[in-house]
């Protein structure tokens, strides 16, 4: 089964720190996607990848910025945490469009940002 | 991209019981996929529904898909406590991740 593995499952972080969250699929997939999720408002995109060193915004980039060096590898950065930047972030991974549709999730970071 | 708009937002059914939850969406679509997520974990992919088809069934799992009424549901028959998550519809006009908009969920909560 693929495996999307997000570095860390809690983490807190002071205002105005750099933070960074990783994730790391192993099955080669070519897609990859950033969500926050916050109660009542399900999953939001911040931003996808479509290949490597490549990105595209999601509904809500503001405040953060993404790097995919490696086709594995997808991280998320927040240049200068905010405390509306306290959510759980979600990473995804998909195969690719033409061969299969469903996302596989990691288990989650719940950022908190005091 | 559309969001699907799951109903209702909370469910709690005893054990062995049936589970029916819905789903709406507004513009026409190519699938549906129904997820689940567990309390602080990431979302598990249930199920898909494609818009030329309209039952679907996986183990307990039976999604339905009226085109007609932009609607889902998901049931899932004689529940166990380990059903209890929240539930996500995720519709879309194409195969491409970031046109999957999840709505805020139904929370499930099977009693033992």
């Known amino acids: 089964d693929v495996k999307v593995t997000q570095s860390s499952r809690y983490l807190v972080k002071r205002t105005g720190e750099k933070v960074f969250l990783e994730c790391v699929q192993d099955m080669d997939h070519e897609n ?3 969500y926050r999720q916050d109660p009542g408002l399900g999953l939001r995109l911040i931003y996808f990848s479509y290949d490597v060193k490549m990105k595209e915004k999601g509904d809500i980039p503001e405040g953060y910025s993404v790097s995919r060096e490696k086709k594995e590898r997808f991280s998320l950065i927040l240049e200068s945490a905010s405390t509306n930047q306290t959510s759980m972030y979600l990473c995804a991974s998909q195969a690719g469009a033409a061969t299969n549709e469903k996302l596989f999730f990691g288990s989650g970071t719940q950022l908190s940002v005091l | 991209s559309q969001q699907g708009e799951e109903d209702p937002q909370a469910l709690s059914i005893q054990e062995g019981e049936n589970a029916t939850m819905n789903c709406s969406y507004k513009t026409s679509i190519n699938n549906l996929q129904w997820y689940r997520q567990n309390s ?10 494609r818009s030329n088809e309209r039952e679907k069934h996986s183990g307990r799992l039976r999604v339905t898909l009226d085109t007609s009424k932009k609607s889902s549901s998901l049931l899932i028959t004689a529940s166990r406590a380990a059903d209890t998550a929240s539930y996500f519809c995720a519709p879309s006009r194409d195969n491409y991740g970031q046109n999957f908009v999840f709505g805020p969920g139904t929370r499930l909560s099977v009693l033992p």
């Open chain 1, 32 to 34: 990859m996607f950033w």
């Open chain 2, 40 to 49: 602080g974990r990431g979302l598990v992919h249930l199920i898909l529904i």
